[in-house]
């Protein structure tokens, strides 16, 4: 037990150091910093936060909204509607809210392996979702879920949001994460590399693989996930 537990404190101390941590109260986003493409971008003085929508079109590419962040790179924020809609608003020292159902959030150039950790609150009355929906589409690409409630509890009139962490593990290098029904709030992002899985073997033989869409390490004959728990 021992011994697992050193393996297990050993992958998490790699992961920790790898981590790329975006905390929204931190990053200041300004005006220049958001880039849209097919889409407008508009202060709202009385609100306090950059509205983005979607232009609209007859094509495919016409029809699909791309926001991207400076301070988030690699990241980028996209909504496909074929009139003019409110995609995502975006409050300077806040949060950045996905503003119904399809939006949707991906990852590129993320190690296989990789920890995705989103801070993450329903933004009304309707429960956001990460479940598949047959109308909606597949609410993971390129990851799998790990841990945190895939619906988020509704948020009633007056009250506080309810914020909560959710966890992907990236199996792909390209990850997206789907909004299937009610849109949220998101304040934070954690990425944790996968050095562990990689490296904290110290020389020793494993083989690493996939079993059921997740990472499983192979070391003499004993099979752990990409934290180091024995599975």
């Known amino acids: 037990?021992?011994?697992?537990?050193?393996?297990?404190?050993?992958?998490?101390?790699?992961?920790?150091?790898?981590a790329q941590t975006y905390d929204f109260k931190e990053l200041a986003f300004a005006d220049a910093d958001?880039?849209?493409?097919?889409?407008?971008?508009?202060?709202?003085?009385?609100?306090?936060?950059?509205?983005?929508?979607?232009?609209?079109?007859?094509?495919?590419?016409?029809?699909?909204?791309?926001?991207?962040?400076?301070?988030?790179?690699?990241?980028?924020?996209?909504?496909?509607?074929s009139s003019?809609?409110?995609?995502?608003?975006?409050s300077p020292n806040d949060k950045i809210t996905l503003n119904g159902d399809q939006r949707d959030l991906t990852f590129k150039n993320v190690a296989v392996g990789s920890m995705i950790t989103l801070t993450v609150g329903s933004k009304g009355s309707?429960?956001?979702?990460f479940?598949?929906?047959?109308?909606?589409g597949t609410a993971l690409t390129g990851c799998t879920w790990v841990s945190g409630d895939r619906v988020l509890p509704a948020k009633a009139s007056g009250e506080n949001t309810q914020y909560q962490?959710?966890?992907?593990?990236?199996?792909?290098?390209?990850?997206?994460?789907?909004?299937?029904?009610?849109?949220?709030?998101?304040?934070?992002?954690?990425?944790?590399?996968?050095?562990?899985?990689?490296?904290?073997?110290?020389?020793?033989?494993?083989v690493k693989t996939f079993e059921n869409g997740q990472v499983v390490i192979i070391k003499n004959g004993v099979k752990y996930n990409a934290l180091g728990a024995q599975l």
């Open 1 to 18: 037990m021992k011994k697992i537990f050193l393996f297990a404190a050993a992958a998490v101390a790699a992961l920790t150091v790898n």
């Open 34 to 81: 958001l880039t849209v493409k097919n889409g407008t971008k508009e202060w709202n003085e009385s609100k306090g936060y950059f509205v983005i929508k979607t232009k609209g079109g007859e094509t495919a590419d016409e029809k699909l909204m791309t926001l991207t962040i400076a301070q988030l790179p690699n990241i980028e924020f996209t909504y496909s509607n």
């Open 84 to 90: 003019v809609k409110e995609a995502y608003t975006v």
């Open 126 to 129: 309707t429960a956001n979702s």
């Open 131 to 136: 479940e598949d929906s047959e109308s909606k």
């Open 165 to 206: 962490d959710i966890t992907v593990q990236a199996i792909a290098s390209t990850v997206t994460i789907r909004c299937t029904a009610g849109g949220y709030n998101l304040t934070k992002i954690v990425i944790s590399g996968n050095q562990a899985v990689d490296n904290v073997f110290d020389g020793a033989k494993a």
